[in-house]
């Protein structure tokens, strides 16, 4: 079985999660807001985990690389378990419709993928009107 964490900072994940179930009708995705309460975020990743099956796929989705929240999980990374930091939406949804279990490689070809969606539109909407020309 395949679980999806998105973690972040204040309420970022809550917001993916939304976009989520909007765009590609995705339910039962693992939110954790950190910092928004009193709840040490490792407390949060362990009760997570505590519900989860040790041979489950886990793909965790956190805000930002250097981050309290991508370090907390980092213990938790092993064989089946992929963090991943910097998400977005079309990475996010790249993952959660793998139809495969993921590997290190499907995983680099998503963020891959996404990276290419990051664009700036100033240069591209010249770029398109030049070819236009």
């Known amino acids: 079985m395949r679980h999806i ?4 900072h ?36 362990a009760e997570v985990f505590a519900d989860i ?5 886990v793909i965790v989705l956190a805000d930002i690389m250097q981050g309290s929240v991508n370090q907390a999980f ?4 092993n064989d089946h378990v992929f963090l991943i930091a910097g998400t977005n939406v079309a990475l996010a949804l790249e993952l959660a419709f793998a ?14 993928i996404a990276r290419q969606s990051m664009v700036l539109m100033n240069t591209a909407v010249a770029d398109i009107d030049r070819d236009d020309e």
């Not at 204040?10 to 309460?37: K, P, Q, S, W």
């Open 99 to 112: 139809d495969e279990p993921l590997t290190e490689t499907t995983i680099e070809t998503a963020i891959d």
């Open 74 to 77: 980092a213990p938790y990374i």
């Open 10 to 45: 204040h309420r970022f994940a809550e917001g993916l999660a939304d976009t989520m179930a909007y765009i590609g009708n995705l339910e039962g995705l693992t939110v954790i807001c950190a910092y928004i309460d009193e709840t040490p975020i490792s407390k949060q990743i």
């Open 5 to 8: 964490i998105l973690a972040s």
């Open 53 to 57: 099956d040790p041979k489950d796929e």
